[in-house]
């Protein structure tokens, strides 16, 4: 099991592009193995001291301290309350653009109502030329 996920580790880490993100094999089978409950290594007993420094409780268990998530948390809403600017600056634009369109649009109907109004007298004015003077067949 710890053989097979070492080994796992190890071709994870040759495929790694970066030189300065691959690990020695000694890193990797750290960590595989790890610290026991004891505060000793496989294969180094106490002497794991001497190599290693163990980690804290918050890292062998992931745990981010109180500081370091609200310190996260503010960088969070920090991001939120930037994006929320920009949404809100985009927002303004937009009705502003809208108020523009509708003045376009108000300035065009009546010219359009005008026009229409000349199209149907001109219709009529067609229609009753055309009852007058039927076509010749």
């Known amino acids: 099991m710890f053989h097979d996920e070492f080994e796992k580790k190890k071709a994870a880490n ?18 595989v193995w790890g610290w026991n409950e004891k505060g ?23 745990k981010k301290s109180r500081t370091d998530y609200i310190k996260s948390l503010e960088t969070h809403v920090v991001v939120l309350a930037a994006k929320n600017n920009d949404q809100n600056k985009e927002l303004d634009q937009t009705k502003q653009e809208l108020d523009q369109t ?3 649009l108000l300035e065009t109907k009546k010219p359009l109502t005008e026009t229409t109004k000349s199209f149907m007298t001109f219709k009529q004015q067609v229609e009753k030329f055309m009852q007058a003077n039927p076509p010749r067949s």
């Open 102 to 104: 509708k003045q376009v």
């Open 40 to 62: 000793r290594m496989f294969g180094l007993g106490v002497a794991a001291h001497s190599y290693y420094d163990r980690p804290t409780y918050e890292e062998r268990n992931g």
């Open 14 to 31: 040759l495929e790694c592009e970066s030189e300065t993100q691959k690990k020695s094999e000694d890193e990797l089978f750290f960590e």
